[in-house]
């Protein structure tokens, strides 16, 4: 066995699981309003319980439903309607020799009022979350017994379900967090105070769960032990004291992490963060307890968590994102199919997500599995292609996306690519600093291409009358899109006036230049960082008075905190007017800018020219990913394998 570590049995209490993956909690929004697991949410877990993983544990799961809601389509355990429900998900995830733990939550000051009708939020203290931006209460002391009988009865309805154990949540700046962080607790009652007093309020449901629930039911604690605050909130060596109390109290696993809503990206990290980034804070409590403890550290690869363990740096393996991107990734690495994973790029779509649609009930996306969500209503690719051939025009991830459907339900897909290799623009974006982990897409679906044995044609610009000669079924034109540059401003066609593309194919190399990088969109900001990193003088002009609007946030803080440190100029609130020879005209504050060079970031519009083209000579033509909408890598993918399974 490749990977012998990896695919141990381990003990949790008195529980035992057959391998050392754990797929961590992470929000879904797949439960009936009344907090039950729906069809959906059951088919999305007991799929990752048939790809193998050992240990799963649910979304975050509300224990009050007063003040305790974290998302409008959240799983519970506040109230006894809900077992039959969680017995169906535990029996759906125990047919795979699976476990299964719900963890046990309360957001906290973390909820917008939006979610628990109008209501202030309530809080160990009246600390303001400057994310969510409005202003808690502090929970009386008789308020603070409630909430712990809560989280006591959760665990006693779990139990009763059939669920094999429970996670109290204390971590990523939730309730329990609140209490035990300095930052947030200023209380000077029982639960206020000296380390010991800040973690009654564990150490008390603790106690209540052993009290109805028995002492060998499975408790595992998931707990911040760094705040990344500073001196201002909860850092490593108090957290180990923490971890030292709750293993005394009785519990039987610790899963280690880090960070709170003010700190974001160290709780779920954008593009950036190298794998393994976090893993000393594990090591940390590891060497200090006797019971198992896991960690979370963007551990992508098989052969890096092998190493984890073999080293003695944790117990378990806890990831959430990678089973989201590939729910076979536990198998694969059993079968020694790691070059077949579909790996998790820290994209962010899935937070994306829960974070500005939940409220919505919009289940959770993920860039590069499309199928994420949608297990029970494409349960397995139909056999029915019977070797007939489509042609796909575009080598992309809308156009790969594509084949690999359609060549798993036994179609011949052929896929011609006007370049030297498949990825389209993700090949592109993989050459700003750090977003390496894009190309792990292109990689995956190169893979697939051989795998499946997809007839490809790279260095190819197909014409009609190449596609006819294979008197194909279909034809897919996924040719992607092309910069916007618009003719109407003065000095646009001048030599030293580039496109993103140029930046990053490496058609021209800019150093010690002043450079103005015109439109502040995440492919403008990430260019310019690429820019900078070279050695120029950068600064970023936006039409609009916000800038990166179209951003979501955490990858917005994390190239702009960069960019900052290059002391890269922004000007918001600007509109190009002309190119000169010293440089730009601009309708702002500012009216001229010295540069030497200019980079259009202004967007992309549709490359479909070939559309009308292919629409006339087949009867079965088709549009998918940006030569359809411009969107982004979800956009693309989906198109893709939606399309896939309807032809």
């Given at each position: 066995?490749?990977?012998?570590?990896?695919?141990?049995?381990?003990?949790?209490?008195?529980?035992?699981?057959?391998?050392?993956?754990?797929?961590?909690?992470?929000?879904?929004?797949?439960?009936?309003?009344?907090?039950?697991?729906?069809?959906?949410?059951?088919?999305?877990y007991?799929?990752?319980?048939?790809?193998?993983?050992?240990?799963?544990?649910?979304?975050?799961?509300?224990?009050?439903?007063?003040?305790?809601?974290?998302?409008?389509?959240?799983?519970?355990?506040?109230?006894?309607?809900?077992?039959?429900?969680?017995?169906?998900?535990?029996?759906?995830?125990?047919?795979?020799?699976?476990?299964?733990?719900?963890?046990?939550?309360?957001?906290g000051?973390?909820?917008?009022?939006?979610?628990?009708?109008?209501?202030?939020?309530?809080?160990?203290?009246?600390?303001?979350?400057?994310?969510?931006g409005?202003?808690?209460?502090?929970?009386?002391?008789?308020?603070?017994?409630?909430?712990?009988?809560?989280?006591?009865?959760?665990?006693?309805r779990?139990?009763?379900?059939?669920?094999?154990?429970?996670?109290?949540?204390?971590?990523?700046?939730?309730?329990?967090?609140?209490?035990?962080?300095?930052?947030?607790?200023?209380?000077?009652?029982?639960?206020?105070?000296?380390?010991?007093?800040?973690?009654?309020?564990?150490?008390?449901?603790i106690?209540?769960?052993?009290?109805?629930?028995?002492?060998?039911?499975?408790?595992?604690?998931?707990?911040?032990?760094?705040?990344?605050?500073?001196?201002?909130?909860?850092?490593?060596p108090?957290?180990?004291?923490?971890c030292?109390?709750?293993?005394?109290?009785?519990?039987?696993?610790?899963?280690?992490?880090?960070?709170?809503?003010?700190t974001?990206?160290?709780?779920?990290?954008?593009?950036?963060?190298?794998?393994?980034?976090?893993?000393?804070?594990a090591k940390?409590?590891?060497?200090?307890?006797?019971?198992?403890?896991?960690?979370?550290?963007?551990?992508?690869?098989?052969?890096?968590?092998e190493?984890?363990?073999?080293?003695?740096?944790?117990?378990?393996?806890?990831?959430?994102?990678?089973?989201?991107?590939?729910?076979?990734?536990?198998?694969?690495?059993?079968?020694?199919?790691?070059?077949?994973?579909?790996?998790?790029?820290?994209?962010?779509?899935?937070?994306?997500?829960?974070?500005?649609?939940?409220?919505?009930?919009?289940?959770?996306?993920?860039?590069?599995?499309?199928?994420?969500?949608?297990?029970?209503?494409?349960?397995?690719?139909?056999?029915?292609?019977?070797?007939r051939?489509?042609?796909?025009?575009?080598?992309g991830?809308?156009?790969?996306?594509?084949?690999?459907?359609?060549?798993?339900?036994?179609?011949?897909?052929?896929?011609?690519?006007?370049?030297?290799?498949?990825?389209?623009?993700?090949?592109?974006?993989?050459?700003?600093p750090?977003?390496?982990?894009?190309?792990?897409?292109?990689?995956?679906?190169?893979?697939?291409?051989?795998?499946?044995?997809?007839?490809?044609?790279?260095?190819t610009?197909?014409?009609?009358?190449?596609?006819?000669?294979?008197?194909?079924?279909?034809?897919?034109?996924?040719?992607?899109?092309?910069?916007i540059?618009?003719?109407?401003?003065?000095?646009?066609?001048?030599?030293?006036?580039?496109?993103?593309?140029?930046?990053?194919?490496?058609?021209?190399?800019?150093?010690?230049?002043?450079?103005?990088?015109?439109?502040?969109?995440?492919?403008?900001?990430?260019?310019?960082?690429?820019?900078?990193?070279?050695?120029?003088?950068?600064?970023?002009?936006?039409?609009?008075e916000?800038?990166?609007?179209?951003?979501?946030?955490?990858?917005?803080?994390?190239?702009?905190?960069?960019?900052?440190?290059?002391?890269?100029?922004?000007?918001?609130?600007?509109?190009?007017k002309?190119?000169?020879?010293?440089?730009?005209?601009?309708?702002?504050?500012?009216?001229?800018?010295?540069?030497?060079?200019?980079?259009?970031?202004?967007?992309?519009?549709?490359?479909?020219?070939?559309?009308?083209?292919?629409?006339?000579?087949?009867?079965?033509?088709y549009?998918?990913?940006?030569?359809?909408?411009?969107?982004?890598?979800?956009?693309?993918?989906?198109?893709?394998?939606?399309?896939?399974?309807?032809?």
């Amino acid at each position: 066995m490749k990977y012998p570590q990896l695919f141990s049995p381990l003990k949790i209490g008195s529980m035992e699981v057959k391998n050392r993956v754990v797929m961590t909690a992470m929000g879904c929004s797949m439960a009936n309003i009344d907090g039950s697991p729906s069809e959906q949410m059951i088919s999305y877990y007991e799929e990752r319980a048939r790809g193998g993983v050992g240990l799963i544990t649910t979304e975050i799961t509300r224990v009050n439903d007063d003040t305790g809601v974290g998302e409008s389509a959240q799983l519970s355990v506040s109230h006894n309607e809900v077992i039959p429900g969680l017995t169906k998900l535990a029996d759906a995830i125990h047919k795979h020799d699976s476990k299964v733990f719900v963890q046990l939550h309360h957001p906290g000051r973390q909820t917008p009022r939006a979610l628990i009708n109008n209501k202030q939020a309530v809080s160990a203290s009246d600390v303001t979350c400057q994310i969510i931006g409005e202003e808690p209460r502090a929970l009386t002391t008789e308020e603070v017994y409630g909430i712990i009988n809560d989280f006591v009865d959760g665990a006693w309805r779990a139990k009763y379900a059939g669920i094999d154990g429970v996670e109290l949540h204390a971590a990523h700046g939730y309730l329990l967090n609140q209490f035990i962080s300095p930052h947030t607790n200023k209380r000077t009652d029982e639960f206020g105070g000296s380390t010991e007093a800040r973690c009654k309020i564990i150490l008390d449901i603790i106690k209540g769960i052993r009290r109805v629930c028995g002492s060998d039911y499975p408790i595992a604690v998931r707990i911040t032990v760094d705040e990344f605050l500073g001196e201002a909130g909860l850092e490593l060596p108090e957290g180990i004291e923490l971890c030292k109390m709750i293993e005394a109290a009785g519990v039987d696993m610790l899963n280690i992490t880090s960070g709170i809503y003010e700190t974001m990206n160290t709780v779920v990290e954008p593009i950036s963060y190298s794998e393994g980034w976090r893993t000393h804070l594990a090591k940390a409590v590891k060497d200090v307890v006797s019971i198992p403890v896991c960690g979370n550290a963007v551990i992508r690869h098989p052969e890096f968590a092998e190493k984890l363990l073999v080293d003695g740096n944790q117990d378990l393996i806890g990831m959430g994102r990678p089973h989201l991107a590939d729910p076979e990734w536990t198998n694969k690495a059993f079968n020694n199919q790691d070059d077949e994973i579909n790996q998790c790029i820290s994209c962010l779509r899935c937070f994306e997500t829960v974070f500005t649609v939940s409220a919505f009930c919009v289940p959770i996306q993920c860039s590069v599995n499309p199928r994420l969500g949608r297990e029970a209503r494409y349960p397995y690719p139909k056999k029915d292609g019977n070797g007939r051939k489509v042609v796909i025009i575009g080598g992309g991830p809308a156009g790969l996306e594509a084949a690999r459907v359609l060549a798993n339900r036994r179609f011949k897909p052929v896929v011609f690519e006007a370049n030297a290799a498949l990825g389209g623009q993700l090949l592109q974006g993989s050459k700003p600093p750090k977003k390496e982990k894009l190309h792990w897409l292109a990689d995956y679906y190169t893979t697939q291409m051989d795998k499946l044995g997809v007839e490809v044609h790279l260095n190819t610009k197909a014409t009609v009358e190449d596609v006819k000669a294979l008197d194909p079924y279909a034809v897919i034109v996924a040719t992607g899109s092309t910069p916007i540059v618009p003719a109407t401003i003065p000095g646009v066609d001048r030599d030293n006036v580039y496109t993103v593309p140029d930046i990053l194919e490496e058609k021209v190399t800019l150093k010690d230049k002043k450079v103005a990088v015109i439109g502040s969109g995440m492919t403008g900001i990430e260019v310019s960082e690429l820019i900078a990193e070279a050695g120029n003088e950068v600064s970023v002009v936006e039409m609009q008075e916000t800038l990166t609007p179209d951003g979501y946030w955490q990858n917005v803080v994390d190239v702009m905190g960069r960019l900052q440190e290059y002391n890269a100029n922004f000007l918001p609130s600007h509109t190009l007017k002309a190119i000169t020879d010293e440089g730009i005209e601009l309708d702002g504050e500012t009216t001229s800018l010295d540069c030497d060079a200019v980079v259009l970031a202004l967007g992309v519009r549709s490359e479909n020219a070939q559309f009308d083209q292919f629409a006339e000579a087949f009867d079965r033509v088709y549009k998918a990913g940006d030569a359809n909408q411009v969107g982004r890598i979800y956009t693309a993918t989906t198109e893709g394998f939606v399309l896939g399974n309807k032809i």
